[in-house]
């Protein structure tokens, strides 16, 4: 498909008449770069060189008999960008004028158009003279109100000062400021046209004097400041209708008055995010806190509101709220595949909105998977490989419940009080089953808009794992003892978490900016305390038990640090450096458990890796017999400490491809896990100091993301370069890519029936990072 691209490209002419051109080459020259981009923008559309594929979709779809057909268009790729000198024109002379806004008033464009076998490139060649600075400023205020606070605040926005360079960006800037400051501050009349500049500029000295007006309106000797006096809301039908009932009436303090015609929704816990209360000077940013934070709420898909004079100084405010339907219902599957392995997963999710009539969401999960093994005889069921069966409930409610009393917090964000519950059944062929519940109370606040607290004060989790018992024997026999210990338990769990997060909401802006989120899980430490104190009954290796389960006893923390930097257009790099331990202790001090243990590979890790496949160290599962290879999937590839750094570039490729924006990236992948001490399990797994850099897998790759607006799919392919799990120089597996079969013919002899796969493919939905 590439060789038929590139060669229709190269006879992308041919369809067109005797007296056109298609344009593939626009060339700017004896620009400054810092205004090449810019200036790129003025270029009108239609002369700009096409995209070669988009180029090829079109004329493949649109030719006929050797020309473009005239009968019916269709609407694919992109129609070839044809020379029209008009257009040219233009463009040339919206380059002179956006020169002349960034200061340059005495630079000339000129445009030169060469014709060659029906292809044109066109050069703009600017000649930029010199750059007009700013000189002084007078700013002249007709209310001596608005004069002095303005005066009180221009030191906070102010984007004009003498010696800068004349751009009239600078002066929208100013304006939007000063619309800002205005609508902050009462002036609810206010529009933007009582700004207005006046430049005077000496052509000799490359100066320009700048003057700031702002007016009254006409016919007034000042600007009005307005208060509000009352607000209104009026809760319509899911529909958009009032309905026929009469609505449920309320009156609160600070003048609100709320009818609800669902007849569903409590009138307080609105009021706590209606920000304007009665007697408040009109301010547009409480107005949008206002919006924020009842969308927020999750419960409205419609939020409007409208103000209304009372009288010459107050205001009225009225909110119109449509709600989302109550309930809803998604059911949800998928396919998977995976070393000879496949089946499938549905889900379901039911969701209530606003369960007490406090927008308090409950959602309600339940999912199934099967996993067939392909390697085993007989019908169908006879091959599950393992069978999964979780079910989840969350209740969410806006508020912080506390027995203590709190200020109200939601300037920043909603904050939520998290109730939840999970559970998990998951039994695998003759090898492992585990029984898995875990409870929790969470609470999350934004201390400021970009700054995320969780905290989790108690988190009760209960396990009970089992092996087969003639697979225990077979690992006991075989000296690995630590798989059975840490798998074939159960245990109880009574811990804390706290996370900080920073920066999640530039997450999808092509800003530069750090992001940062912090982990700290704690666990046992109440339970050890009381055991000074009260006599836990102990198990016959010495642990205090509960229930006569033993609890658990360990601190685990991870950070995830990344640094976001834009690069023009739709262009972003982006490094990041993800890094955890987990240290058991005191009632647990020979392992960390495997739900709490770190494993690589995977969709958003190492991506030529799939997950748990990778280290930990320089381990390798060739020391396992075949059978505990088959068996022991998933259960030894793991680790207490974990290392992994991620860099992408990130780039445009369509606008619209199938009504989604198509993007790309590329990226390597470096890190591994490791064990906290050394062990006859995973030898070379331990970590050292001064051998870990050399165990550190390294893969890269390209991908592509197809943005939908509302979510990202992605399809990711990871290419392994340098292998830990093999030694020396043989960890470079890179040079047996294109050797590949004798390799894997190799490997199978040693690490059957694991596959080797030099490539892997990754689906998923959002960005990895």
């Known amino acids: ?364 999960k339940a999912r199934y998977g099967i996993l067939f093994d392909s390697q085993l005889g007989g019908p169908l069921w006879s091959r599950i490989w393992n069978r999964d069966l979780q079910f989840g409930a969350n209740l969410s409610i806006p508020r912080l419940i506390v027995p203590f009393p709190i200020p109200l917090m939601g300037k920043n964000g909603m904050p939520h009080t998290v109730f939840s519950t999970n559970w998990q059944i998951f039994d695998q062929l003759n090898t492992y089953s585990n029984r898995y519940v875990i409870n929790s109370v969470s609470y999350n606040w934004y201390d400021t808009k970009y700054k995320l607290h969780s905290v989790t004060p108690i988190s009760l989790e209960y396990r009970l794992g089992r092996l087969d018992n003639t697979f225990k024997d077979s690992l006991q026999n075989a000296g690995y003892e630590l798989y059975v210990k840490s798998n074939d338990r159960a245990y109880f769990g009574i811990g804390s978490q706290y996370t900080y997060t920073f920066n999640t909401l530039r997450l999808n802006t092509y800003d530069n900016f750090l992001y940062f989120r912090g982990l700290l899980d704690l666990s046992g430490n109440t339970l050890n305390l009381l055991s000074k104190l009260i006599s836990f009954r102990k198990n016959d290796i010495g642990q205090n038990t509960i229930f006569n389960v033993p609890y658990l006893q360990y601190i685990k923390s991870e950070v995830d640090f990344r640094v976001y930097r834009y690069l023009g257009g739709e262009r972003q790099f982006v490094a990041r450096i993800n890094a955890g331990i987990g240290v058991p202790f005191g009632n647990n001090q020979e392992f960390l458990i495997f739900e709490k243990q770190f494993f690589g590979g995977g969709m958003n890790d190492q991506r030529a890796w799939q997950a748990r496949t990778l280290g930990p160290g320089n381990y390798n599962r060739a020391v396992l017999t075949t059978e505990l290879r088959n068996r022991l999937r998933n259960l030894d590839q793991l680790g207490e400490i974990k290392i992994v750094s991620n860099f992408e570039y990130r780039f445009k490729l369509l606008n619209n491809f199938f009504g989604a924006k198509l993007k790309g990236a590329t990226f390597t992948d470096i890190g591994n896990i490791w064990r906290l001490k050394e062990s006859v399990e995973n030898p070379g797994g331990e970590f050292k100091f001064n051998k870990f850099l050399g165990q550190m897998a390294i893969g890269a790759g390209a991908g592509l993301r197809f943005d939908l607006q509302y979510f990202v799919f992605r399809f990711d392919a990871g290419i392994k370069v340098k292998d830990p799990q093999f030694e020396g120089a043989d960890q470079w597996v890179i040079r047996d890519l294109f050797n590949s079969r004798e390799f894997k013919r190799n490997y199978q002899l040693t690490n059957g029936p694991d596959p080797y796969n030099f490539i892997q493919y990754n689906f998923g939905i959002g960005m990895p990072f």
């Open 1 to 364: 498909m590439l060789a038929s691209v590139l060669f229709t490209s190269c006879r992308s002419t041919r369809l067109l008449n005797d007296d056109q051109a298609l344009v593939t080459k626009v060339k700017l020259n004896g620009i400054n770069k810092e205004f090449k981009e810019g200036a790129s923008e003025y270029i009108q559309r239609e002369i700009r060189p096409n995209s070669k594929i988009n180029l090829f979709i079109y004329n493949f779809a649109n030719s006929k008999n050797g020309k473009y057909r005239t009968d019916k268009i269709r609407n694919v790729g992109e129609s070839p960008s044809i020379l029209d000198s008009s257009l040219v024109e233009i463009s040339r002379s919206q380059i002179q004028r956006f020169l002349a806004s960034k200061g340059y008033f005495n630079a000339a464009v000129t445009s030169h158009i060469f014709i060659k076998r029906k292809k044109a490139h066109i050069h703009f060649d600017v000649q930029q003279g010199g750059v007009f600075k700013i000189r002084y400023i007078e700013r002249e205020i007709a209310d001596p109100q608005v004069d002095s606070l303005y005066r009180q605040h221009i030191t906070h926005f102010q984007t004009l000062h003498p010696g800068m360079r004349f751009d009239t960006d600078s002066l929208v800037k100013e304006r939007e400021s000063i619309y800002s400051l205005m609508k902050r501050n009462g002036y609810y009349d206010y529009v933007r046209q009582y700004v207005r500049f006046e430049v005077d500029t000496n052509m000799n000295s490359s100066q320009a004097d700048l003057r700031l007006f702002i007016d009254n309106p006409e016919g007034k000797r000042g600007h009005t400041v307005f208060k509000i006096d009352s607000s209104f809301v009026v809760i319509k039908n899911s529909n958009g209708e009032l309905g026929d009932s009469e609505p449920a009436k309320a009156k609160l303090p600070n003048g609100l008055e709320v009818a609800d015609y669902t007849h569903r929704f409590r009138p307080k816990p609105l009021a706590r995010y209606i920000y304007p209360k009665k007697g408040d000077i009109f301010d547009i940013e409480k107005e949008n806190l206002t919006y924020d934070r009842l969308y927020e709420l999750n419960s409205f898909r419609g939020i409007r509101a409208t103000y209304e004079k009372k009288d010459s100084t107050n205001l009225i405010v009225n909110y119109e709220l449509t709600p989302m339907k109550r309930m809803s219902n998604r059911v949800e599957g998928e396919y998977v595949f995976t070393s000879g392995r496949s089946g499938f997963n549905i889900g379901n999710t039911y969701t209530n909105r606003n369960l007490f009539g406090g927008s308090e969401q409950l959602e309600i």
